[in-house]
């Protein structure tokens, strides 16, 4: 007998800010559409609910639209489309307006307006945000609205295991329902992936336990390219040993940085814009600082100060109240009266599934948008803030899209999607859920953090890389022999991972190779033995393409409208 | 051996359990639960890992799972408190596993699911029920006025008004502390009463009346016999009970 098929207009996968955004934005088209989100965690749990600072968009009087693109592009190493920021600047305010329609409790200045504070690499104040919590609210404001769409159908705690691929075109997703571990055939005329970044491939990271790169390896091997991977954020500050972040805001609100010479080291670095430096800039710092013995020792290696105790009590309470919080339950420090011990942490993927501006893919029926896609707006660094923005931008962009599509698509057919769906949950029961003895998750998983961590950390070389992509190839070969201990149905969460497990390994093999091919530095990626940046070679960006032997890298050019390649200075 | 010269090498919390330094011994003390292996009958499980002092008991609990038994199931996300999975009944206290410090409840810590939902496995509860009585509360903001070109102004004052409300993270700390929710399956409990408050003293909100009529009912806020357990149990410091007292108020003045 056939898998019963769940027949929708639209699938979306994830159910964070981009996730949402494209819901509701589909929603909005029409309300004849059926739209399945489909999240491993309930919505309110995605990964958006960490962000803290806030969300970029040109609102205040001083502010515009082409000062907004500008930063942007210039904070990206040049490597952003323009095109694709001009849309994203264009859109950015509205979309900050229409959140605030819907309840978002951003902060307000004493007129009643939404407030702006600064932020790095922005050079003006353009972050509008709700306290340190801006994700939080963002997300639980969009969970919130999409509550009132009856077309909005949700499927929360199904784990998404394959696309659907008929003739060509992606007409929906095999997704095991967390409850009773089956596999349910979801069908629909588009599918979107939004299931946010893979800072998990990384042994320290802010991102949650659930960061595991999956719409990327979904699109990876339907044979969708994945772009940019090589360039990783490393957010300057976060917590030593738990990676916990302690928001550039607090650099925004005018916190500072010290060495353990007690100097604000920046000014050797980027003494134009100090602690409100971009962020690959002030990571590249802080590492440099360490190899100079200047950090301070602790028990998980060396770290900064970072200082924010002369900004009063009652500043810090009122902006920067969750990083207070945060600093003294797991690390028993009170920033109102003492510097916070911070270090570079794994923090966001640049790159991503390779999209066009409306978020479509080169597979017909597949979309992406949000961390998970590379549109690409980031280029070889993204600028703190900007991707909230990018997740309500691009997420609404798509979500229209879709709904577009799906109105003028035809039916999927059932049968073979079933069909597909039932070969998926024969693979899970034969693979994983039958008696074998093999390797642990854990020691897997390990290994290829460290792997990554070593090879294509803040400073990179032909010979780091090298190193990481025999040993993610080796890793790849240990997890066909990959055993749990975990037989049952309900909630087999020890599946899941394993198969977290499976995405990762082909998000780190991405990001080893891209970060091989690229001899220049650029952006977040830097190379030691090429330590500038090659315009006339890499004026690109790189798609990963997953074949047999491992990842192909090709090249396609950026796009540049109307700000020429110039040096990045600050 | 690794070659030079390669990437730094950051330290990670794992490493510094491998370190071997200032670790102590925990025993966790878990009740199982599947319906798969024992039927409707839940058990005990001891695991004893050796940990950092100043771990969380997320990673410790997970440092059982990835070692010892990868059967044990749980929910976990964010691990700092903020997106709500890992609610747990924690020596008998609801508290959120990431926040717990493993010092804090060393040598010997008794893990239990949340109470007042059904149990799926170990520690995984049906949150369904609590979000029906969450969805029940019209938890969006409701305004028919049309929609202004700008933001709709909003003074600090205003904004701080149901500034405490807009905490929470839904992690069913509060209603499951709740011993009228334990006993009355009818009764919305804290948490949507919370999500209520949010949206009834937002100075942009039209949908207060509707609301309020709603928890003026049988299942609504009148049930609460103000035992205080859902502002003790709360991740998040909202001061829940003061917040079901300001919608009581509101219901028997019709002022909000």
Not at chain 1, 55 to 83: C, K, V, Y
Not at chain 1, 142 to 149: D, N
Not at chain 1, 230 to 236: D, L, M, R, S
Not at chain 1, 361 to 389: D, I, K, P, Q
Request: with cysteine; charged share 30%; hydrophobic share 40%.
């Amino acid at each position: 007998m056939l898998l019963e098929t769940l027949v929708h207009d639209i699938v979306i996968v994830g159910g964070g800010a981009a996730g949402l955004r494209a819901a509701i934005a589909a929603a909005e088209v029409s309300d004849r559409l059926s739209i399945a989100l489909v999240s491993k965690v309930y919505p309110m749990r995605s990964h958006t609910v960490s962000a803290e600072g806030g969300a970029a968009a040109a609102m205040a009087a001083d502010d515009s639209t082409e000062l907004h693109a500008f930063d942007t592009i210039r904070g990206s190493d040049w490597l952003a489309d323009q095109d694709a920021v001009e849309a994203f600047v264009a859109e950015a305010p509205d979309e900050i307006v229409r959140l605030e329609h819907w309840g978002c409790p951003w902060s307000r200045e004493p007129d009643g307006t939404i407030a702006v504070r600064a932020f790095g690499g922005m050079s003006v104040n353009r972050t509008v945000f709700a306290a340190d919590k801006t994700g939080f609210h963002l997300l639980h404001t969009l969970f919130q609205t999409s509550l009132k769409y009856e077309g909005i159908v949700r499927y929360d705690e199904f784990f998404v295991t394959r696309l659907l691929v008929e003739e060509g075109r992606c007409s929906g997703v095999a997704a095991m329902d967390l409850r009773d571990s089956e596999v349910r055939c979801i069908a629909g005329k588009a599918v979107i992936l939004c299931t946010g970044g893979a800072g998990r491939i990384f042994p320290f990271t802010t991102n949650g336990a659930i960061n595991t790169g999956d719409g990327m390896a979904l699109a990876y091997r339907a044979g969708v390219p994945l772009k940019d991977m090589e360039f990783v954020q490393y957010h300057p500050t976060g917590l030593p040993g738990t990676g916990i972040l302690m928001t550039e805001a607090s650099r925004g609100e005018g916190g500072y940085l010290f060495n353990n010479q007690g100097r604000r080291f920046l000014e050797d670095y980027i003494p134009s814009k100090m602690e409100l430096g971009p962020r690959d800039i002030l990571s590249r710092a802080i590492i440099q600082e360490f190899e100079k013995g200047h950090g301070f020792d602790g028990p998980d290696g060396q770290y900064v100060h970072l200082d924010i105790s002369h900004l009063g009590e009652e500043t810090i309470d009122e902006k920067l109240f969750f990083l207070r919080e945060l600093a003294r339950n797991f690390i028993g420090i009170d920033p109102v009266h003492e510097p916070i011990p911070v270090r570079p942490v794994v923090h966001y993927m640049m790159g991503g599934v390779d999209t066009d501006l409306l978020g479509r893919t080169r597979l017909a029926g597949l979309h992406a948008a949000g961390e998970t896609a590379c549109v690409s707006m980031n280029g070889a660094n993204r600028l703190g803030s900007n991707s909230l923005t990018e997740c309500l931008v691009f997420g609404a962009r798509v979500g229209r899209q879709a709904a577009e599509e799906a109105l003028e698509a035809a039916e999927p057919s059932e049968n073979p999607l079933a069909e597909l769906a039932e070969v998926e949950q024969d693979r899970l029961v034969q693979t994983y859920l039958a008696d074998r003895d093999g390797e642990r998750i854990a020691t897997i998983r390990k290994d290829l953090q460290t792997a990554m961590e070593r090879g294509a950390g803040v400073f990179r070389t032909e010979e780091s890389l090298k190193t990481a992509v025999e040993e993610v190839r080796g890793l790849r070969e240990r997890y066909e022999s990959v055993a749990i201990d975990d037989r049952d149905r309900a909630f087999n969460t020890e599946l899941v991972t394993a198969l977290e497990l499976d995405n990762m390994l082909d998000v780190a093999e991405a990001v080893v190779r891209s970060g091989l091919e690229r001899r220049e530095s650029r952006g977040s990626h830097t190379r030691r033995d090429h330590p500038d940046r090659d315009d006339e070679r890499y004026l690109r960006h790189s798609l990963a393409f997953s074949t047999p032997e491992g990842a192909k890298i090709d090249y396609i050019d950026a796009t540049i409208t109307q700000w020429p390649p110039a040096e990045r200075t600050y | 051996m690794e070659t030079q010269p390669v990437g730094e090498v950051l330290a990670n919390s794992e490493d510094r359990r491998a370190g071997a330094s200032g670790k102590i011994t925990v025993t966790i003390r878990i009740r199982r639960f599947n319906p798969e292996l024992r039927g409707q009958e839940s058990w005990w499980d001891e695991f004893t890992i050796d940990t950092d002092p100043d771990d969380r008991l997320l990673d410790a609990l997970h440092q059982v799972k990835w070692y010892q038994d990868g059967t044990l199931a749980l929910r976990r996300s964010c691990a700092h408190g903020v997106c709500g999975s890992d609610a747990m009944l924690i020596n008998g206290q609801n508290r959120l596993a990431c926040k717990v410090i493993v010092k804090d409840v060393a040598p010997k810590v008794t893990v239990e699911p949340i109470r007042g939902l059904p149990v799926l496995k170990d520690l995984i509860v049906d949150m369904e029920p609590f979000f029906a009585g969450y969805e029940a509360m019209l938890p969006y903001l409701i305004n028919d006025e049309g929609e202004p070109r700008r933001e709709r102004l909003q003074s600090p004052e205003e904004r701080h008004r149901f500034d405490d409300t807009t905490k929470c993270i839904l992690c069913a700390a509060c209603t499951t502390s709740c011993p009228i929710f334990w006993g009355d399956d009818e009764y919305v409990g804290p948490a949507a009463i919370v999500n209520a408050h949010r949206f009834i003293y937002d100075s942009r909100d039209r949908g207060g009346r509707e609301r309020l009529q709603m928890l003026g009912e049988r299942t609504g806020v009148f049930r609460c016999r103000t035992t205080f357990n859902c502002t003790e149990a709360c991740p998040r410091g909202i001061e829940v009970t003061k917040a079901i007292q300001d919608v009581k108020r509101s219901i028997l003045f019709d002022r909000f």
